[in-house]
C-alpha cells in the first residue's frame, strides 16, 4: 500500500513495515530518555493543569451525583415503567466496550505477534482499566444501596438457601467483568514492572526513587527475572483472549435471552463483540493522537499505527453494520409482526433521529476510511473517532429504549429520556476517566519503554538469534 | 510432484465419477432423497471453495507467513467456481422437492410464507443463486490472474491491486455467503431464522478450507518445492489457525442454541426440538463431541499440531465432521412441520463422495496449473524463513 519512501538499500516490504513503527535515528537510549523523562523530568505545564482541573471538576460532579442518588434514591434516574432500562445500562455497555481494544491490543495482538502493539498498548490497557471502573459504577449505583450490592449480587452460602438467579445472564455480568477486571489489572501491572525499575533508577527525588522502587517488587533485570516475566505476560495474555470474546458475549445475553424484539436476536454475542472492539479502538485513537502531539511522540505512534487502527475500526465497523442489516432484514423475513414493528419503530418512531445519526456515525462516517489518503489525514482520523464514540453510544441507547418503549401492548407504550442526574453521572464518569488518565500519564510511563526497545532496527540481531 | 497431483486427481475423479452413477441411479428410485442428499453434499463442498477464496483475500489484507506458502492451494480451491457452478445445476430442477415454498398452492393457504413470497420465490432463488456464482467466479478470477502477473512480472503494481480487491471481496463473500446459505439451507424450514445464520456458516467454511489445506500440505509434504518451502513452524501456524476456527464456530453454535433454547419462542424453538430426538440428538452431540471437544482437546497441544500423521487425521476427521453439521442445520426433511425421525439413506454418504471426487479432481487440475509457491511475491522471502 505504502509507496517507497526511503530506496537507499532494499529493504523487504516486512522489514519495510517494521521500520515505520518507530522514527529514525533513535537508539536504547533516546527511547528511554524520550519516554521517561515525561514522567520524570517534564515540567508539569499549566495546559495539563488546566486540563486536569477540568477533567477533576467532572469527577466531582460525579461524586456529588452518586451521594445525591444514594440519599434520595434511584428515583433521581429517569427510569419508570415502561422503560426500565435507562442510562445505567447503556453507560455500562459503552464504557465495558470501550475497555476491549486494550485488552485485544495487550492480548491478541501479543500473541499474534504483531509488533505494532508495543507503543499504543500501555495506556490502551490503562484505558481499558479506568473504562471497567467507570462502567462498574453504573450497575453497583443502580442497585440503590451500592454497599448491600455484594451481598446481593455474588453468589455466597447462607442459612436461608437463598441464591442469586444463575440462569440469569446479569449475574454472569458479575463473574465476567470482575474477572475481566482483575486479569487486566494484572496484565497491566506485570507489563509495567520493568518499567518501573527504569524509573527507580532514574528517578532524583526521593519519594519517586522509594514509591518506584516499591512497585517495582525488587525488578533487577536477571535472565531469570526476564524468563519469567516473559512466561507470565504469555499466560496472561492467553487468560485474557477468551475476556475479550466472553466480556460482551455476556453482555449481549442480558439483551437476548430476553423475548423482547430487537433485542432477542442471535445475532447479537458477535455483533457486540465486534461493536466493542470498535468503539474502543475509536477511543484510544481520540486518545492517541492528543497525547502524540502535547507530548511530541510522533516518533513512537507513528502513522503506521493510526493507519492499522483506522483499518481495524474500518473493518469492525462494517461487521456491526452488518449486524444492523441482519436485524433488518430478519425481522422482514421472520414475518413476525412485533419483529417487523420494531424495525419500522426504529426507522420511523419517535427515537427515529437517534436511529437515523447512528447509522450516519457508525456505518457511514467509517467508510472514509477505505482511502489510504485520508487515512493518513490525522485530523480527520481524530474526528472520525470521536464520530463513532458518539454513534457507539447512540447505539446502545436505540437497542435499549426503542425495544422497551413500546411493546407488545399499546396500552403500556411510553417515552423516555434521561434525567438530569442521568447526564451528569454520564458525564461525571467522562470526567473520572480523564482524571484517572491524567494521573497515569503524569506519574507511570504511557509507553512501555522495554519493549519499544525491541522493536528498534538494532535488537533485530538479537531476534534472530532465537 | 505433478506425477503424484495427477495421480491423486485421477483417483478422486474415479472415486466421484463412481459415487456420481451410483446417486444418479437413487435419483430414479428416490429422487427427493437424491436431491436433498446432494444440496448437502453441494453445500460442504463449495463451502471448501468459498472459506478458500476467504482465506485468501483475509491474507491479502493482513500478510503473514502461514498465508504465503499455502497461497497457491487456496487459489486453485477458489478457481473451482465454474465446476461448482455445474455441481449446483442439477439442483436447479430440484427446486421443487426440496423448498416447500416453491409450492404455490402450500404458499397461498400460508400467511407467512405469503409474506416471504417476495423473497422466497423459485426466479429470485434462480437469479440470486446466478448473482453469488457471478460473484464468486469473478473474485477468483481477478485474484488468480493477478497473482499469476505477480509471477511473471514482479511485485507491483499487483500486490496492491490484491490488495485493493479484497477489502471489498471480503465484503461480497459475507454478503454472498449469507445470503446463500439463507436461501439454499436455511429455507429449507421457511418458517425458521436466525440472525446468526450467515456467520455460522462463515465460521464453518474456515474449518472446511483450512482442514482441506492442512491435508494437502500433509499429503504433498514429501514432495519439492513444499517439502523444503513448508515446515513443522508452518504447519504449527496452520493448526493454530484451524484451532481459531473450531473455537469459532463452536462459538457461533453456542450462542444460537443459548438464545434459542433460553427464549423458547414457539418460531424458533422447533428448530431445536426437532434436532433433539427421534435419533437427531446423537448428531447433535457427535457434533459438540467431534466438531468440538475433541478436535479442540487434541490441536490444544503444539505436538499435535506440529505432528504430520495426527493433523492430518484431526483435518480429515474434521472435513467429515463438516459434513455432519450441515446435515444437521438441513435437519429433518421440511415436508411436513411435525418431528421426523433421523433416516440415515446411503445417498447421504454417496452423494458428498460423488460431490467431493469431482470437486477434488478439478481442484487438482487447477493446482497443476501453477507452481506451488509463488515467484515474485514481494513477502516470500520472509515467509520462507519464518518456518527455518
Request: glycine letters at 8%.
Amino acid at each position: 500500500m505504502e509507496p517507497d519512501q526511503t530506496q537507499i538499500e532494499p529493504l523487504t516490504l516486512g522489514e519495510q513495515r517494521r521500520a515505520e513503527l518507530v522514527g529514525p535515528g533513535h537508539s536504547f537510549a533516546t527511547v528511554t530518555d524520550k519516554i521517561s523523562s515525561i514522567v520524570l523530568t517534564r515540567k508539569t505545564t499549566l495546559g495539563f493543569l488546566g486540563a486536569f482541573t477540568v477533567a477533576f471538576g467532572l469527577a466531582m460532579m460525579l461524586f456529588y451525583t452518586l451521594a445525591y442518588v444514594v440519599v434520595v434514591g434511584v428515583g433521581a434516574f429517569g427510569v419508570n415503567v415502561p422503560v426500565g432500562w435507562g442510562f445505567d445500562i447503556i453507560n455500562f455497555v459503552w464504557w465495558i466496550g470501550i475497555g476491549h481494544a486494550g485488552t485485544l491490543i495487550s492480548a491478541i495482538l501479543l500473541l499474534l505477534r504483531q509488533q505494532w502493539r508495543t507503543s499504543i498498548n500501555r495506556f490502551a490497557e490503562a484505558m481499558t482499566l479506568f473504562a471497567v471502573a467507570c462502567a462498574a459504577l453504573y450497575p453497583i449505583m443502580h442497585t440503590g444501596r451500592p454497599w448491600l450490592a455484594i451481598y446481593w449480587l455474588f453468589p455466597y452460602p447462607n442459612t436461608m438457601g437463598l441464591w442469586p438467579q444463575f440462569r440469569s445472564p446479569l449475574i454472569w455480568d458479575v463473574f465476567a467483568v470482575s474477572t475481566y477486571a482483575t486479569v487486566s489489572a494484572l496484565f497491566w501491572f506485570v507489563g509495567l514492572i520493568p518499567d518501573l525499575a527504569t524509573l527507580r533508577d532514574r528517578a532524583t527525588a526521593r519519594f519517586a526513587r522509594f514509591a518506584y522502587g516499591m512497585l517495582a517488587m525488587g525488578w533487577r533485570g536477571s535472565a531469570m527475572h526476564w524468563h519469567r516475566y516473559e512466561t507470565a505476560s504469555l499466560l496472561l495474555a492467553g487468560l485474557a483472549t477468551p475476556l475479550v470474546v466472553s466480556v460482551h458475549t455476556i453482555v449481549s445475553f442480558d439483551f437476548a435471552v430476553s423475548v423482547l424484539p430487537g433485542w432477542h436476536a442471535t445475532i447479537f454475542p458477535p455483533y457486540f463483540v465486534a461493536g466493542a472492539i470498535y468503539s474502543g479502538f475509536a477511543m484510544v485513537m481520540t486518545l492517541a493522537i492528543p497525547l502524540r502531539v502535547v507530548y511530541g511522540l510522533e516518533d513512537f505512534i507513528t502513522l503506521r499505527h493510526l493507519q492499522n487502527m483506522a483499518k481495524i475500526i474500518l473493518a469492525t465497523g462494517l461487521i456491526v453494520a452488518y449486524g444492523y442489516m441482519m436485524e433488518a432484514f430478519t425481522a422482514w423475513y421472520s414475518g413476525n409482526e412485533y419483529e417487523r414493528f420494531m424495525i419500522l419503530n426504529r426507522l420511523k418512531g419517535p427515537y427515529a433521529v437517534m436511529y437515523w445519526a447512528l447509522i450516519a456515525c457508525n456505518v457511514i462516517a467509517p467508510q472514509i476510511l477505505w482511502f489510504g489518503k485520508l487515512r493518513r489525514n490525522v485530523a480527520l482520523l481524530f474526528a472520525m473517532s470521536l464520530v463513532v464514540n458518539v454513534g457507539m453510544w447512540l447505539e446502545r441507547y436505540v437497542i435499549i429504549v426503542t425495544s422497551l418503549h413500546r411493546d407488545f401492548l399499546p396500552s403500556s407504550w411510553g417515552l423516555y429520556s434521561g434525567s438530569k442526574w442521568d447526564w451528569s453521572m454520564y458525564i461525571g464518569t467522562i470526567g473520572l476517566f480523564l482524571t484517572l488518565l491524567f494521573l497515569f500519564i503524569r506519574f507511570l510511563p504511557m509507553i512501555s519503554i522495554f519493549e519499544m526497545r525491541t522493536i528498534l532496527p538494532q535488537a533485530e540481531v538479537k531476534e534472530e538469534g532465537q | 510432484m505433478l506425477a503424484r497431483i495427477d495421480g491423486l486427481r485421477q483417483r478422486a475423479l474415479i472415486a466421484g465419477a463412481g459415487a456420481l452413477v451410483l446417486c444418479g441411479l437413487g435419483a430414479f428410485v428416490n429422487p427427493d432423497q437424491f436431491f436433498r442428499s446432494y444440496l448437502i453434499a453441494f453445500v460442504l463442498w463449495n463451502g471448501v471453495a468459498l472459506g478458500s477464496l476467504a482465506i485468501k483475500m483475509l491474507h491479502q489484507m493482513t500478510g503473514g507467513a502461514w498465508g504465503l506458502v499455502i497461497g497457491r492451494l487456496l487459489e486453485a480451491a477458489s478457481r473451482t467456481f465454474p465446476y461448482t457452478l455445474l455441481l449446483f445445476l442439477p439442483l436447479v430442477f430440484g427446486t421443487k422437492s426440496l423448498y416447500i415454498w416453491s409450492h404455490p398452492e402450500v404458499v397461498g393457504a400460508d400467511q407467512a410464507l405469503r409474506d416471504k413470497a417476495p423473497y422466497l420465490n423459485t426466479t429470485f432463488f434462480l437469479a440470486r443463486a446466478a448473482f453469488y456464482f457471478a460473484v464468486w467466479n469473478g473474485l477468483a478470477y481477478f485474484l488468480s490472474k493477478w497473482s499469476r502477473e505477480q509471477d511473471e512480472g514482479g511485485a507491483e503494481p499487483y500486490h496492491t491491486r490484491l490488495q485493493v480487491l479484497s477489502g471489498p471481496g471480503l465484503l461480497l463473500y459475507g454478503f454472498t455467503v449469507t445470503f446463500s446459505s439463507i436461501d439454499w439451507v436455511m429455507s429449507l424450514d421457511p418458517h425458521y431464522s436466525s440472525t446468526i445464520y450467515g456467520i455460522l456458516f462463515m465460521g464453518g467454511q474456515g474449518v472446511s478450507a483450512l482442514a482441506l489445506v492442512i491435508t494437502i500440505v500433509v499429503v504433498l509434504g514429501d514432495h519439492e518445492p513444499l517439502k523444503s518451502a513448508i515446515t513443522s513452524r508452518h504447519l504449527h501456524d496452520l493448526g493454530k489457525l484451524l484451532f481459531a476456527f473450531i473455537m469459532l464456530w463452536a462459538y457461533f453454535s453456542f450462542s444460537q442454541y443459548l438464545i434459542t433454547w433460553s427464549a423458547n419462542l414457539p418460531e424458533e424453538i422447533p428448530f431445536y426440538l426437532k434436532r433433539t430426538q427421534g435419533g437427531w440428538q446423537f448428531i447433535a452431540v457427535a457434533l459438540l463431541v467431534g466438531h468440538f471437544v475433541l478436535p479442540f482437546a487434541l490441536l490444544l497441544s503444539r505436538g499435535t499440531k506440529q505432528n504430520r500423521r495426527l493433523v492430518l487425521g484431526v483435518a480429515l476427521f474434521l472435513l467429515f465432521m463438516r459434513l455432519v453439521d450441515i446435515y444437521f442445520l438441513a435437519g429433518p426433511s421440511g415436508h411436513g412441520e411435525g418431528p421426523a425421525a433421523l433416516h440415515l439413506h446411503w445417498m447421504d454418504l454417496a452423494a458428498p463422495v460423488a460431490v467431493g471426487g469431482l470437486w477434488l479432481a478439478a481442484f487438482f487440475w487447477q493446482l497443476k496449473q501453477r507452481p506451488l509457491l509463488p515467484a515474485h511475491d514481494p513477502m516470500l522471502e520472509e515467509a520462507l524463513e519464518h518456518g527455518r
